[in-house]
Nanobody, 123 residues
Framework: QVQLVESGGGLVQAGGSLRLSCAASGGTFSSYAMGWFRQSPGKEREFVAAISIGVGSTRHADSVKARFTISRDNAKNTVYLQMNSLKPEATAVYYC????????????????WGQGTQVTVTS
């Protein structure tokens, strides 16, 4: 059983930056591909970024490419999401998730989920 705990959310002005962290425990972190998703009120949860088991392959949603970067530190059992040039439409609860196999943008392919961290971007 893997437990995931997100942190680093908060209130930021448009154009600012935040770095989200997701700490994993209870499992072999290096065995899982990791993903970040977000959900705004009234909307479905959407894919943001994913990273493979090894520090090699990443995927980013088109809406965040060149502004958001996913990374992981297997020694620290942590995955990160660096978010730059934030826009008000990025306001959402951000969730990290773990899955077996390769990185994916499909929400249903992830087996473990964190509780989420709120990100609010003001204009």
């Amino acid at each position: 059983q893997v437990q995931l705990v997100e942190s680093g959310g908060g209130l930021v002005q448009a154009g600012g930056s935040l770095r989200l962290s997701c700490a994993a425990s209870g499992g072999t972190f290096s065995s899982y591909a990791m993903g970040w998703f977000r959900q705004s009120p009234g909307k479905e949860r959407e894919f943001v970024a994913a990273i493979s088991i090894g520090v090699g392959s990443t995927r980013h949603a088109d809406s965040v490419k060149a502004r958001f970067t996913i990374s992981r530190d297997n020694a620290k059992n942590t995955v990160y999401l660096q978010m730059n040039s934030l826009k008000p439409e990025a306001t959402a609860v951000y969730y990290c998730a773990a899955k077996y196999g390769g990185p994916s943008s499909i929400t249903g392919s992830y087996y473990y989920w964190g509780q989420g961290t709120q990100v609010t971007v003001t204009s």
